[in-house]
């Protein structure tokens, strides 16, 4: 991975932002936006079924509501999945899962929480979650034309 390649929702998130591997989320939490790295895109159905299934507590299973392609508000092309975890009869968890497609790379953003309070935002969920954009800034030169200012 390319550690200055990132994926940036331009939407303010309303909700606690995490980022993988941060080790800040907190399970408990009503409802979370929960941001992946953008990783080599390499095989998009074993990227797809990792994402989707993530996280998921013992005893519980994933089960899939929807799944749809489309385009970010900015022209990428996404795979929305909507899902929840399920403990026993009791839905646990909602998700809703953006996995983004950026030429070779690809990236993901969640909202996940409580089932009514996700089902409650869920309009807005989707609206900041189509937000999303790779970063390609980097903070070395890579073109004449950011010494003269034209970049």
Request: proline share 7%; charged share 25%; glycine share 4%.
């Amino acid at each position: 991975m390319d550690a200055s390649v990132k994926l940036v929702i331009e939407e303010l998130s309303p909700w606690p932002v995490h980022f993988v591997g941060s080790g800040t989320y907190d399970p408990r939490m009503e409802i979370s936006l929960i941001i992946t790295p953008l990783d080599e895109l390499l095989n998009p159905r074993t990227f797809r079924e990792r994402v989707v299934s993530s996280a998921l507590p013992a005893f519980s299973r994933l089960e899939v509501l929807s799944d749809e392609r489309g385009m970010s508000r900015y022209e990428w092309p996404v795979e929305i999945v909507e899902s929840q975890i399920v403990e026993g009869k009791t839905v646990i968890e909602s998700r809703i899962n953006v996995l983004y497609t950026m030429l070779e790379w690809s990236a993901a953003a969640i909202v996940r929480g409580q089932p009514a309070r996700v089902a409650a935002e869920r309009e807005r969920a989707l609206r900041v979650l189509m937000s999303g954009r790779p970063d390609w800034s980097r903070p070395e030169i890579i073109a004449i034309a950011q010494l003269r200012g034209d970049a």
